[in-house]
C-alpha cells in the first residue's frame, strides 16, 4: 500500500477493502483467455465490481478463445498490448519476461498485503528473482472417480500403485476402462506423465528433467514408462483417446464406461452438468509408487500480467491488486464461480467436497512441492515433442526406444 | 452429345438412370445430411446413443435460438461480410484495371507482369505467412478486420487479373479502336466502353471470391484473433470449444456458417460456375 | 483467349503535349500501378522476405541472430518433416483422383432428364461450403464410437475402424474429406467442357463404331484438355495448400502423423509450442520450390498458348 494517499482514495479503498490508487481514470485495456461460459462471467463480474469502485476508468474487455489464445499473445503483447493480460506460471512465461514483454512486478510483491497472503504461490511467479505476474487462481489435479461404480464393485480408493492396480483389474474385469482420456491436444497425456514421473522420482527430479538437465534415455525415465505400460497393458485407458479432445472424453465417464479421470479440478463442472451428483463422483490423491518419496502434486496456477508496453500501468497495478484480493479470491473461486482455489491466504474456501478435498491435499499432503504442469514447466518447443511422444507411447508403447531417443535429442537441440 | 441421351435407351435403362440419380445424391450428401439431422436434434439423443434414429423431439428452434442468441455466433457472422464484401469491391476493382491494362495494351512488361500475376496466385499461400504477419503487424493493422481485407485483395487480385485478363481479351475490339479514332481519352475507355462490357465477368468474378474469402480460414487465424474481428470460419472453432460434445448444437452453428455461400450460389448459379469454368473452354 | 490483338500505335498530332503524347505508354501503367503495388508488398516480396527470415533464428520475439544455412541442415535431419514430405506427396498424388472422380460424375450427369439441373447443382454443393464445415462434417462421419462410417461398416460385420487416430488411415482420411468438394469442382469443369464438345465429331466418331471408353478417350478427352488442364492446376494447388481440413480434423495428430508442410511450417512458426520463425520460414521455402516446379510447368504451358493464339 502507497503512504500519503489522499483522503477521498483512502475512504475509498476502506469501503472496498482494497487497496486502490487515486483517481484512475483514462482506458485499460483487459485481454482474457477465459472464453469458458462460467469463467467468462466471473471474469466479467469481477471487472464490473472493479469497475465501480474507478468510476472515471474507463474498461475495455476483450476475451480470446483459450486456445487461440496461446498463439495470439505473442502477437499482441509486441504490437497491440493490452494493460492487463492473462497467462501461466512458470516457465511458460519465461518467453517474454526474456524477450521483455512483461513488466517486472517486484514492486506489488513488496507490498505486505501481497507479500503475506500470497507466499506460496510467490516461485511460481519468480523468473531470475523477480516476480512477473500475480497469480488468480489455482486448481489441483488428481484422480475424480465414480464413486457409485466402486461402491458396486467394492472398491476402496487406493493408496498404493498395487492398489491401483488391483481396482483397476476388477474394474476391467467389468467391461469397463479405468480411465478415460482425451489425446487428440497432447496436453492431457502430460498430466499422465507428470504423476508417474513426480511419484517414481520425485519432485526434484521431475524439475530436473523438464528443465534439460537429464536424459531422456535415463533408465529412472524408462522406469516411469515401465509403470505406465502396466496400466497400458492392462487395457486400463480407453480406446480411441488420440482422437478425443478432454471434453469429448468427458461422455465416458459419465456413462460409467470409464471409471475414472486423471484431470484437473476444471473437469468438476461438465460433470457435474452431465449428471454426476456428488454421491457419484469422488476423488483421490494419484497413489504412491516408490514409497518414501515425498508426494508432489500438479497444481496449475493461472495469473495476470502487466506488458511492459502497457499504457495505463497504475491502473493495471490497482487492478492486480483488486484480482488478488482476499475478498475478491473468495469470490471469483467459490463453486458458483471458477470452482476453484483462491491465491491469498484470507481467502475463505468454498465449501465444495473437491475444493476442500483439493486444498487439504496441497495443503497438509503434498511436502514434495507444487509443479505446474508438464507443458508449463517445460519450454514449450519440448513440451510440444515430449508430449506428442507421450500420445504415441499410449497408442503404440513398443516404440517407446524410438520416442525416448527423439526426446533425447530434441533436449539436446532446445536447452 | 457425349454420353449418349439416355432418353434414346431402352425403358429399363431410363428407369435405372432415373433410380440411380436421387440414391446417388443421397449417398453424395449423406456425411452433410448427417449434420442437418444432428442439428434438429435434443441434447437427450446424443447421451442416449440416438445418433442415427430420427430425432425423438424436434428441437430446430431450440438449437438455432441458442446460436443466433446465446452465442458470438451473429457478430462473427457480421465479421465475415465486414470482410468478405470489401475484398471483393477492392479485388474487382483493381483487378478490372490490371486486366485492361495487360489485356488492351501491348507494351514490353505486359507478359512478364501477367506471369508475376498468374505465378503470385499459384503460390501456396502459407509460405507468406511469417512475412505478411509482420507487415500487419507493423502497419498497427494486426486483429482488424482492414488488415485481413488488404492481404486479402492484394492475393486475390492475382486469380482476379489473370480472370479479367483473359475476359478482355475477348472483347471486341473494334469498338475500343473507334473510341479512339474519336479521340476518347484512355481513361474514357475504360470507364464508358470496356466496363460496360465487362459486366458478366464482374458478376461472376464477385460471386467466386464471396466465396473464397468466406470460406479462409488459415489467414482469418494468422491475422486476427477474437470474436471483435474474426470471421465465421475461425469464430465455429471458438464455438465449438465452447459446446465440445454438444453436437446439436455444433452442427447447427456448422450449418449457419455454411449458409451464406451456399445462398449465393444458389442464388447467383449462372454467374458462379461462368466465372469458375472461364478458361477450361475455347 | 482468342483473338489477342492489341493495337499499333496511331501516330499522334504533332502539337500534343508530352502527357498527351504518351498517353498510350503511360495509361497501362497508370492502371496497373495500385493492383502491382498491392501484388508486390503482400505477395511477391515475401516470398523473398522468407528466403530471408530462413536464414535466422528468431522467436519472433527478441532480436533475429543469423545462423547461415542451419535451419536447412536441421531439416534434413528432422523426422516431422519428413513425415510431412511424405504426406504432401501423398497428398497431391491422392488428391488428383478428383479429376477422374469429377469426369465420371460429369458424364453421369450430362443429360436431359427433367430436374437435372438440380442435381448438377447439388452435386456440386460440397465445394461452396467451407473447408472448416467440411472438416467438422468428416471428423463426425469418422468418429470412433458413433460416426456413420462405423455404423455402416458395422452392416457388413468389419470395424470398428478409428480413421483419425491410426497413423496409417489418417492420412487418407483427411484426403478422401478434401476430395469430396475438389471432386466437385472438377466434375462442374468438365460439365461445362462437355457442353461445348462438338457434336458433329461424336457423330463422325459414332460412324466409326467408337463408343464408350473408345470414345471418350480418342474423341472426347481430346476435346476436353482445357478443362483438364485447368482441374490440374486448380487440384495441385489445392493438395499444396492443404491446412484447414488438418487442422481442424486431427491438429496433425495422432502424434504428428498427418502433418504435410504447409500445416507444419505454422505450428513451428505460430503455434501455441513454436517459436521458431526462421526455422518455419525454411519449411516454407522447400514448399515453394516443390511448387516452383509446378508453377514453371503451368507458366510454360500457358506461355505456349500465348503465342499460339
Redesign the interface.
Known sequence: MRFMLPAAALAAAAIASVPASAGLSGNLKIFLDT???APRATMEAMIARFGAQHPDLDIET???????????I???????PPDVATWYAANRMR??V????FEDLSDLWEEPEIAENLASTKGAMTIDGKQWGVPYTYYQWGVYYREDIFNELGLEEPATWEEEKANCAKIVASGRACYTIG????WTAGGWFDYLNLRTNGYDFHMALTQGEVEWTDDRVRAVFAKWRELIDMGAFI?????Y?W??A??FI??GEATAYLMGNFSVAPMRE?GLTDDKLDFYQFVEITPGIAKAEDAPTDTFHIPANARNKDAARAFLRYVVSAENQTIINNGENLGQLPVNAQAAIDDDEFLRQGFEMLSRNSPGGVAQFF?RDAP??L??VAM??F??FM?FPDHLDDILE?LESARQ?IY | MFPAPIRKASVPWQLAYRTLLPVSLFLWLLPLMAVAVFSIKPADDF?TGNYWGPPSTFEAAANYGRVFFESDMPRYLLNSLLITVPTVIGAVALSCMTGFALGVYRFRANLWLFFMFVAGNFVPFQILMVPV?DLT?EL?L??TKTGLVLFHIAFQTGFCTLFMRNFIRTLPFALIESARVEGVSEFRIFRYVVLPLMKPAIAALSILIFTFIWNDYFWA?VLT????SQPVT?GI??FN??Y??AYHLMSAGSIVAALPPVAMFFLMQRHFIAGLTLGAVK | MADAVSFPPRAGAPKERWLHRNRRAIAPWMFLAPGVLFFLVYVIFPIFQSFEISLYKW????EARYIGLRNYE?LFSD?AFETSLWNNLKWLVLYLLAVPAGLFIAIFLNQTVTGIRLYKSLFFFPFVISQVVVGLVFTWFY???FGLLNTIIGWFGAGPL?V??DPAFVTYGIIAAGLWPQTAYCMILYLTGLNAVDPEQVEAGRLDGARGWRMLWHVILPQLRPATFIAFVVTIIGALRSFDLISIM??G????SSRVLSFYMF?KA???????MGYGAAIAVVLFLIMLGFIAYFLWSMYRDERGA
Open positions: 472464453s469458458n461460459p476483450t476475451i480470446i478463445d483459450r486456445e487461440a489464445y496461446k498463439t495470439q505473442r502477437n499482441f503483447l509486441t504490437a497491440d518467453p517474454y526474456s524477450a521483455g514483454l489425446t487428440k491436444y497432447l480406446a480411441n483417446h488420440q482422437t479432445s471434453q469429448e468427458l461422455p459419465v456413462n452431465a507443458d514449450a518447443e513440451a510440444k506428442e511422444g500420445q504415441e497408442v527423439r537441440d | 447421451t504477419r503487424l498497427g494486426y486483429n487465424v484473433q477474437g470474436a471483435g475461425a472453432t471458438s470449444a465452447q465440445r460434445a | 522467436d519472433g520475439l527478441g536441421k523426422r468418429d470412433p464410437t478409428n483419425l487416430g486431427t491438429d495428430g495422432p502424434f504428428g505450428e505460430l503455434s501455441e509450442y513454436g517459436f521458431r
